[in-house]
């Protein structure tokens, strides 16, 4: 074998390695990646009952009661759609009505997001970039950083 064989069959060799190490990544992080989604998003693409994922939106005015314990319910909407939630456990200190959120968890078989984790905006000028976006797509959102004459939504 000449020396230009053998460099082509080590490159070959190299990248048939370097394609299945990608392969292997990308089937072990399949079940790890959270997916993040609005209540219309959800409404529309028919989410599994047990899958998990992320829901955002923002927490509905008058819809948080707090339960025996840690439990909480509220629900968290995109002005569109709405979605009950439910959740154990100690809520973020800025977590309220009107404000932006994120919970992470799994839908049960009546619609129900059952949440194991709840992220809230931490400041007054922060919103999860995802949540900012689907309400801007929405138009509802307004960047509260600009002056009222440009907070016009895009």
Known sequence: MTRKQRRAVFIVLSI???????????????DTIVFFHTPKEVAEKNIPAGKRIRLGGLVAEG?????????????????????PVSYTGILP????E???????????????FLADTVLAKH?????????AKALKEQGV????????KDRVPK
């Open 93 to 96: 200190d800025l977590f309220r």
């Open 63 to 83: 819809s948080l009661k707090r339960g025996a314990g840690t439990t909480v319910e509220f629900v968290i909407t995109d002005t569109v759609k709405t979605i």
């Open 141 to 148: 959102w307004k960047d509260p950083g600009k002056p009222a």
């Open 16 to 30: 048939g390695v370097l394609t299945l190490a990608v392969l292997l990544v990308a089937v072990a992080l399949r």
């Open 98 to 112: 009107g404000q932006g959120v994120v919970a992470e968890g799994k839908l049960d078989a009546a619609g129900r």
């Open 123 to 131: 400041d007054e000028n922060y919103m999860p970039p995802e949540v």
